[in-house]
């Protein structure tokens, strides 16, 4: 028996543990579910947490592509994990990190490793019980620190993949008991036009095949286009062993923050409590229905334009495209994105893709393909007082492009792409003092192609009267990072003495981590992620300040631009 199993049997944690399965197909929104329950539950005081269990073998999602798979979501303590975690903190006010996020990859290295070491004193390894027993420590090993465990399985039931998380997570209810442990099933039941009706048959056959391996769900969460009317229910409920109160309809909704409300309005939380057999007060929803009112009711709207490579797919910016609907939460306008192609832009030229939008916003990125079309966009935002954003590739080619143009530095560029570059004014850093590990890091270019990103949060303290030190109103702040490359300090005074701001930086003052442009609307780059900290009840201070300049933009109002 596991160490966590041992101390719940013996009382000492009374942790309830949700789990939420997927079937029929993927994309049905599990993750947003989980968050949303996630959020139902904080709402009647109590103590949640959450983690994802992904069934592929990569070990962690940090170096597989994005456009398969969807941004890489990156932690406070700097795990590269699933989007899913995204969705997580941002629905509720929880801090997740490495251990909330395991792949079956990672849990047979661990499973591997112990065997290599000997650790099972020669004894056959087998999936049941030891892949099976490690992955019900996984899940020991966060559950407790809270009231309620919400723990996600990727994928749909019937992968081989997922097989042995789902016999973990069975085999759970019998070691935890009851009371503690529920079974949510996501599935869909389609609206077939040319019938006139929903069909209950996919469903019925998902929980079937969960049935099979031994778990039998007690709540159903049915995602529809059409409301389920009693009838409906009742068939389901029928066909899949499940009270006709568990099957909650997840109907489809224009904007995902309304979710919460409407599992809550179908019973959800209620049925949750019960099930789980946990005393709370009712949800306190008030903010999360003026959230809605505010999503429902904008005064104005604006256009930003996300200028990336044009394989860059919506699903890869999911934490960027939510940071700046919170920033338009702030200031109660709709904002509407266009995802531009760079490479559109070297090719046709700034002003018929760019010129109608009130911002301009160049994301995070890797490589060279499409890069000078973004510094096209830079210059045109500049030059055209459009308020500019640029988020951690998109802060190191502001540099360039200012070195270029403004500094009079020919040629400057990043040693991603060019590592024999003359004026290298972005560029692999030799040497510094790491805040997070309290070590000083060393490498060589030749030597650190793949290895050692900066990951995870960092300190950064902020010059008064800058656009960042009034957008954040504190003196020192904690970002996320993700990126090899550094503003290269050989060059800082020269572009400082051309009117580059340097906002933000390390607390000793080595790793430039904000830039500005005053004389402009807004213009302001940073080498960190702000999107993954924005939470649409609390838009991140940068995506509220930018949205404002943006709509300031829009209306013709002067701004002052961070002038100090
Ligand atoms: N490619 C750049 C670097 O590695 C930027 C990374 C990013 O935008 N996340 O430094």
Avoid at 217 to 244: H, M, Q
Avoid at 360 to 376: A, C, D, H, Q, S
């Amino acid at each position: 028996m596991t160490l966590g199993l041992a101390r719940y049997n013996k009382g000492l944690v009374k942790t309830k543990i949700i789990f939420i399965t997927g079937g029929v197909l993927s994309s049905l929104g599990k993750g947003v579910a989980a968050a949303a329950i996630g959020a139902l539950l904080e709402a009647r005081g109590l103590r949640i947490t959450f983690q994802k269990l992904d069934p592929y073998i990569n070990v962690d999602p940090g170096t597989m592509n994005p456009f398969q798979h969807g941004e890489v979501y990156v932690t406070e303590d700097g795990a590269e994990t699933d989007l899913d975690l995204g969705h997580y903190e941002r629905y509720t006010s929880v801090t997740l990190g490495q251990e909330h996020n395991f792949t079956s990859g990672r849990i047979y290295h661990n499973v591997i490793t112990k065997e290599r070491r000997g650790d099972y004193l020669g004894g056959t390894v087998q999936v049941i019980p030891h892949i099976t027993d490690e992955i019900k420590q996984a899940i020991m090993a966060v559950a407790p620190s809270a009231d309620v465990a919400i723990i996600e399985i990727g994928g749909t039931v019937g992968d081989i993949e997922s097989l042995p998380f789902m016999e973990a997570i069975r085999q759970l209810k019998g070691d935890l008991g009851k009371e503690n442990v529920c079974y949510i099933h996501l599935t869909l039941v389609p609206f077939i036009k040319s019938a006139g009706e929903v069909k209950t048959k996919p469903t019925q056959h998902s929980v079937k095949e969960l049935r099979s391996i031994g778990i039998q769900p007690d709540i159903l969460l049915c995602r529809t286009e059409k409301f389920l009317g009693p009838d409906i229910k009742a068939k389901i409920s029928l066909f899949c062993n499940v009270e006709p109160q568990a099957v909650i309809t997840a109907q489809d909704v224009d904007n995902i923050y309304e979710i919460p409300l409407l599992l809550h309005q179908e019973g959800l939380d209620d049925r949750l409590v019960e099930t789980l057999n946990i005393w709370t007060r009712a949800p306190r929803l008030e903010v999360w229905e003026k959230l809605v009112a505010r999503i429902k009711n904008p005064k104005d709207r604006v256009e930003i334009g996300i200028v990336g490579k044009y394989v860059d797919l919506r699903e890869s910016y999911k934490s960027l495209h939510e940071a700046l609907v919170h920033g338009g939460l702030a200031n109660e306008v709709q904002v509407a994105l266009t995802y531009i192609d760079s490479e559109r832009v070297e090719r046709e030229g700034p002003v018929s893709l760019l010129s109608h939008l009130h911002g301009i916003l160049v994301p995070g990125g890797f490589g060279v393909r499409g890069v000078e079309g973004k510094i096209l966009a830079i210059r045109y935002a500049r030059e055209q007082k459009i308020p500019y954003f640029g988020i951690c590739f998109g802060m190191q080619l502001a540099v360039i492009e200012f070195a270029r143009q403004v500094a009079a530095i020919p040629g400057a560029t990043s040693e991603e792409f060019f590592p024999e570059a003359e004026h290298p004014v972005i560029y692999l850093m030799r040497e510094w003092y790491d805040y997070r590990t309290d070590a000083i890091i060393r490498r060589d270019s030749a030597a650190d192609k793949g290895g050692t990103m900066r990951l995870g949060s960092y300190p950064c303290v902020l010059t008064p009267g800058t656009l960042a030190g009034v957008a954040y109103g504190e003196a020192k702040i904690m970002e996320r990072h993700r990126h090899r490359y550094e503003f290269n300090n050989s060059y800082r005074e020269q572009l400082q003495n051309a009117g580059l701001v340097i906002s933000g930086t390390s607390p000793n003052g080595e790793l430039v981590e904000i830039i500005e442009i005053h004389n402009h609307p807004w213009f302001l780059g940073c080498q960190f992620h702000p999107e993954f900290k924005s939470r649409p009840l609390k838009p991140h201070p940068l995506f509220r300040d930018y949205i404002r300049a943006c709509l300031e933009y829009k209306l013709g109002l002067p701004h002052p631009g961070g002038e100090i």
